[in-house]
C-alpha cells in the first residue's frame, strides 16, 4: 500500500542550528529521490516560522503536488534573495555610519522591549524640519546606498526633495524591510508633513513603489485626516482671539 503524502499545507517545519532558525521542508520527489528545502536562516523562531507559512501558501493555487512543491521552492529561494539583499542594505549602513563623525551618528537599532524606530522618531516631534538642501551639497550615492539611505529615511524631518535625490540615486523603494519597521510609502503616508505628504507619495509611486489595497485605504483615510485638520487650523485662525465673552458684564 502506498504511503500516504503529507498535504504541502502541513509540509515542513522549523530546523534550529548554532543559535539560528530556518524553514526546513523536506520530501520525495515522483522518481523518490529524497528533497529538502530550506529558507533563510533567522535569528528568531518567529521569523523562520512566518517564512514556512510563506513558503506553504506559496503552493495554495497549483493544480498538482509537482507544481506545488516547485511553487514552494521557488518562494524559498525569494525569501533567501530577499534576506540576502536586507543583510546587503544593513552591512552598507554600518560601513557609511562607520565613516560619519559620532556625532553625526543616528543609531537606528533595536533594543529589546523598545518601540520600532519609526514610531520613536514621531512621538511628540516639534522641531522644524532642516531647510531644502541644494543639490551641490548632498552626496553622490550609488543605488546600494541609497537604497539604505532610504531605509532609514523620516518623513518628518526631510524634504520632497531629499526624497527625490534618494530615488533619482536609484533607491529601491520596494526593499526588504526589517522585523518592526514599515514601507517607505507607509512611513510617508503615515508621518509626512501635511503639506509634504501627496508630493512624498507621487515621488514614490513615480519610481514604481508598490500600493496595496491597504495602501490605498490608508492614504485616503491620511486625506480625509488632513482635510478636517486644515478646516479646524482656519476655523481657529478666525476666532477672534481677544474676545471675552465676560466683558459686557453678567448678570447673576
Known amino acids: 500500500m502506498p504511503r500516504q503524502k503529507t498535504p504541502l499545507s502541513e509540509l515542513g517545519s522549523i530546523y534550529a542550528y548554532h543559535g539560528e532558525h530556518c524553514a526546513h521542508l523536506q520530501f520525495r520527489e515522483p522518481a523518490d ?3 529538502d ?7 528568531t523562531e518567529e521569523q523562520a516560522q512566518k517564512d514556512l507559512e510563506e513558503i506553504r501558501k506559496a503552493a495554495e493555487k497549483a493544480e498538482t ?5 516547485e511553487m514552494m521552492r521557488d518562494e524559498a529561494q525569494r525569501l533567501k534573495n530577499s534576506a540576502q539583499y536586507e543583510a546587503e542594505i544593513q552591512e552598507t549602513l554600518q560601513r557609511m555610519d562607520s565613516m560619519m563623525d559620532e556625532s553625526d551618528y543616528e543609531d537606528d537599532d533595536m533594543s529589546e522591549g523598545s518601540d520600532p524606530p519609526w514610531i520613536e522618531e514621531y512621538t511628540e516631534y516639534t522641531e ?3 531647510q531644502e538642501s541644494q543639490a551641490a551639497d548632498r552626496p553622490t550615492l550609488s543605488p546600494m546606498e541609497a537604497t539604505a539611505e532610504l ?3 523620516r518623513p518628518l ?3 520632497p526633495s531629499d526624497l527625490k535625490h534618494l530615488l533619482e540615486a536609484r533607491a529601491d523603494p520596494n526593499m ?3 522585523p518592526g519597521d514599515i514601507s517607505p510609502l507607509r512611513k510617508v503616508m503615515s508621518f509626512a508633513k501635511m503639506d509634504h505628504v501627496a508630493e512624498m507619495r507621487d515621488l514614490l509611486l513615480q519610481y514604481d513603489a508598490n500600493e496595496s489595497d491597504e495602501d490605498r485605504a490608508r492614504w485616503e ?3 480625509r485626516a488632513d482635510f478636517c485638520e486644515r478646516i479646524r487650523i482656519n476655523n481657529y485662525n478666525n476666532i477672534d482671539k481677544d474676545y471675552d465673552p465676560l466683558s459686557g458684564g453678567v448678570e447673576y
Open 151 to 153: 531605509s532609514r529615511f
Open 221 to 223: 483615510l491620511r486625506r
Open 128 to 130: 522644524e524640519p532642516p
Open 176 to 178: 526588504p524591510v526589517k
Open 157 to 159: 524631518r526631510s524634504t
Open 33 to 35: 529521490k529524497k528533497t
Open 37 to 43: 528545502i530550506y529558507g533563510p536562516s533567522r535569528k
Open 65 to 69: 503536488r509537482e507544481e506545488g512543491l
